[in-house]
């Protein structure tokens, strides 16, 4: 049985975001004084009196929208509304009752969902605003006053929620998924794919450059295991990133890339590989990750039987350092290729999970010593030891030898691709430590 899931829904700018981080405990969806900010579905998880439960923030709903984004914003509410098991409604005690709490009341009236009511932005502490009792008007019960800013209240909205929870509540699972983080430029087609696995408008779709400007998680499971995807807002280029909103996204895009296993790095086919692709892919190669480029919209490309070679061939030579990352070309409109993904992230998860023995690793070294001398500096040469393997994601190695600075980071990486001849490790960086021996 799932974990209960409260959606937090409401019309734009009444404190939803500030309420549901300050549920969670953490910033995770995006506080700005600017309606529309939270524009898709935003998870996490929370316990209250020894109940862990999800909770969901969504974009305001404007019941009389018309443009593109506000529309968008609206079906994504009303899927949370529909997936929920409790909802919480949040209105404003400084505006009052609005014409849009009430048309967004009757419509979760009409969904026949458990319905909580909070008022927010009732600061003081003591004396009740005697305004709130006006809300009584939405004929959804007792409302609570709340305070985002300040957590006043909230303790008293869980109890309500709890309430409405079901009754067995399935105890915590050893979590077995992988976490894969799709990144790339803005519109290069990660919210696409995201919707073309999960079969739903789970993230908003648009040609709007920067669209998702949250990181969004979606578990899903399939023949192959189970994954948790985080479909992360498009990092911009410093000089075009203008303001705060954009700013804060662009570190929680990097923050996606720690917290996941795999990085999909989502390249455009039409527009190639820019200097922009480069520092994308940079930032999951320095973070240690496990990646695959993903060449997108390859549907559209007027191709020969060489065109896939050579666009491989370029991608190569552009991200130099990423040779080890697979290239899958597919088009997340049509489909083509999805489902080869699976087995790519599951490899390369796999691979930069691997460990090597100490006494095969050492095999190997001494087979690339023999072959290739280790470098001299004014006639003193390198030695190295022996090399241990001493963790993983990404596999990382120690070498001791007799002086650290004569190991060049030539030999480094000459040593590292008689490794991965080997044993593999496609897919994945690997790190090497120098010490000198004696050295902890």
């Not at 050893?174 to 919707?195: F, M, R, T, Y």
Request: with cysteine; hydrophobic share 40%.
């Amino acid at each position: 049985m799932p974990k209960p899931l409260i959606a937090i829904v409401g019309r734009p700018n009444v404190g939803k975001s500030k309420l549901f981080n300050k549920i969670i405990g953490k910033r995770l969806s995006i506080v700005e004084d600017t309606p529309g900010v939270t524009r898709d579905r935003i998870y996490g998880s929370a316990d209250w009196r020894g109940r862990i439960f999800d909770i969901v923030d969504t974009g305001g709903i404007e019941p009389a929208a018309d443009s593109e984004i506000l529309l968008f914003m609206r079906e994504q509410a009303l899927l949370a509304i529909d997936m929920a098991d409790v909802i919480a409604l949040v209105c404003d005690i400084s505006t009052g009752v609005t014409a849009a709490d009430e048309q967004i009341a009757a419509l979760l009236l009409r969904s026949a969902k458990p319905v909580v009511l909070a008022v927010n932005k009732m600061d003081s502490v003591g004396r009740v605003n005697p305004d709130i009792y006006e809300f009584y008007s939405l004929g959804l019960g007792d409302p609570i006053a709340v305070s985002a800013e300040h957590g006043h209240g909230t303790g008293d909205l869980l109890d309500a929620c709890l309430a409405h929870f079901p009754k067995e509540i399935a105890e915590n699972e050893e979590n077995d998924s992988v976490s894969v983080a799709i990144i790339g430029k803005p519109n290069a087609g990660k919210s696409s794919l995201l919707n073309n696995i999960l079969g739903e408008k789970r993230v908003i779709v648009s040609d709007v450059a920067g669209t998702t400007r949250d990181a969004i998680d979606a578990e899903f499971e399939n023949d192959t295991g189970k994954y948790r995807f985080i479909d992360t807002a498009g990092i911009r280029r410093k000089a075009r990133i203008d303001d705060r909103i954009e700013k804060f996204s662009v570190m929680r895009a990097q923050m996606s890339i720690e917290r996941s296993d795999v990085c999909l790095i989502m390249i455009d086919a039409q527009q190639g590989v820019t200097e922009q692709d480069t520092k994308i892919a940079g930032l999951a190669h320095e973070a240690g990750k496990a990646s695959i480029v993903v060449i997108n919209k390859w549907d559209i490309i007027v191709k020969d039987d060489k065109t896939m070679e050579r666009f491989r061939q370029t991608v190569y030579r552009e991200l130099a350092y990423m040779t080890y990352a697979p290239i899958l070309f597919i088009s997340a409109k049509t489909g083509q290729r999805v489902e080869r993904l699976f087995e790519l992230i599951q490899y390369v998860s796999a691979q930069s999970s691997l460990r090597v023995t100490t006494g095969m690793l050492n095999s190997v070294l001494a087979d690339a010593v023999a072959r290739v001398q280790p470098p001299t500096d004014k006639g003193r040469r390198l030695k190295i030891y022996y090399m241990t393997q001493i963790g993983v994601r990404p596999p990382t190695f120690v070498a001791f030898c007799n002086d650290h600075e004569l190991f060049h980071f030539s030999y480094q990486r000459y040593l590292e691709n008689r490794i991965r001849a080997a044993f593999g490790l496609e897919g994945t960086p690997v790190k090497f430590i120098v010490r000198r021996r004696g050295e902890e």
